[in-house]
Structure formats: C-alpha cells, structure tokens
C-alpha cells in the first residue's frame, strides 16, 4: 500500500531534550516536505526537500533540522525543543514538488508533539 | 503575493443538503487550485484539482469544486451532504509559473453535518 509513514503518533517530552521524528515513504516519491498545524493557523512549511541531499528552509524552520540522506525518509529533529513547538506535525511527499500538475501531495497520518 | 483565503472557520449544514465550502485565491501567475480533507486523527488526504480544462473538477466521495477565474474562487460543493462527509477542509494555490515549493494552504473551514 502507498503510504507516508511518521512515528510516533504522540509524544510528550520536556524542554531541551533532542528528539527525532521519523518519516519514510514508499512511493519513490522526489520531494518531501515537513508542516506544523496550529488552529486558526492552518498549515505551515518547516523544511522541504527536492531530493537526495537537497533540503531548504520553508515558512517557520527555526529550531528544526532535517537531513535527506535516503530518497524515502526524512527525519525532523528538534535538537532543543521548546513548549512552543507544541504542534501537530504532518510530513508528506510527492514525485515532483508541491502540487505539481499530476502530482498531489500524500501526508502522513500526523504526530502530534507537546513540549513540557 | 499568493495567498489563500476561507473565510468561514466552520460551516454546519444538515445531512441531505447541498454544502459549500467557499475558497478565494491570489496569485500572479496561472492558479493551480487543490482541495484536501482531514479526517479526524488523519493527514490530509487530496480531494480534487484544478489546473487548466473545463471550469467544473470533480472529485474523489462526490465532490466538485467550480474555478471561476473572474472572481478568483474555488468554492467546495456536494449536492447532498452526508454526516460522514463532517471533517476538516483545506484549500490549496499554487502559482503554476512559479517554482516547485510554493503551495499554499488557507486555514481549513470544519464542515458539520447535522443527521
């Protein structure tokens, strides 16, 4: 089954303790690109990338890193994190960048962080 | 600039009536135009799309959405709501001239669909 995979689901940890979500896809897709979702916020772009070793900053990068060492997976790190980055979190892929004309985005089911 | 805009955080509509989910956009270029939907505990899942051809998309669970370039809209219908229809709606532009990353999502509308 196509699938944009993120773990974990949930996570709940304290200020400065560096943690790592994971996201894999099996679709071969190109690009791939990471969001939170706040309310009344909608969604915004951390980081994205176009390919293998290729990665950018998107809307609200500060205090995330991410790394494209494999075309199927693309970790966000929080290496500091702070009780603003409470959000939910969203990965997704496509073959060729956001919304290309035959190719929509496929999201992950979601991880939802909180920042103590 | 792009932009996109929903203007209503929630819409209510009882289940056996037509539903709208209104949707403006601003790009300098030609619009690529998406819906998503979010189900709850999901990621967004791609509803339908735009980007050039006949101005009324169908889509995926008997949804349509109507490009109407005059006033830059691209409003969500479905002639009769069903109560599992009740989720999270996102409108989607992409400048189609411009380059690969720059999809921009409005702030979703949450469509009730009262039994």
């Known amino acids: 089954e196509a699938q944009v995979t993120q773990n974990p689901r949930y996570l709940i940890t304290v200020t400065g303790k560096k943690l790592t979500v994971t996201c894999s896809q099996n679709?071969?897709?190109?690009?791939m690109s990471w969001y939170r979702q706040d309310p009344g916020l909608g969604l915004r772009q951390i980081y994205y990338s176009m390919n293998v070793e290729v990665t950018d900053k998107g809307d609200v990068p500060e205090g995330y890193k991410v790394s494209r060492k494999e075309k199927r997976n693309f970790p966000l790190i929080l290496e500091s994190p702070s009780p603003n980055q409470t959000s939910l979190y969203f990965c997704?892929?496509?073959?060729?960048?956001?919304?290309?004309?035959?190719?929509?985005?496929?999201f992950g089911n979601g991880t939802r962080l909180t920042v103590t | 600039a792009q932009s996109v805009a929903q203007p209503e955080d929630q819409v209510n509509v009882a289940e056996g009536n037509p539903l709208t989910v209104k949707c403006t956009y601003s790009v300098s270029g030609n619009p690529y135009l998406f819906w998503y939907v979010q189900y709850p505990n999901r990621g967004l899942q791609f509803l339908l799309k735009?980007?050039?051809?006949?101005?009324l998309v169908k889509g995926s669970y008997g949804f349509e959405a109507e490009f109407n370039k005059s006033q830059t809209s691209f409003h969500l219908k479905k002639p009769s709501a069903l109560v599992s229809d009740s989720a999270l709606y996102f409108c989607a532009v992409r400048d189609g001239e411009a380059g690969a990353n720059n999809l921009f999502f409005g702030t979703g509308t949450r469509l009730t669909v009262i039994p």
């Open positions: 735009y980007i050039t051809g006949d101005n």
């Open positions: 679709m071969n897709h190109e690009y």
């Open positions: 997704a892929s496509s073959f060729r960048g956001q919304g290309a004309r035959n190719s929509p985005l496929h």
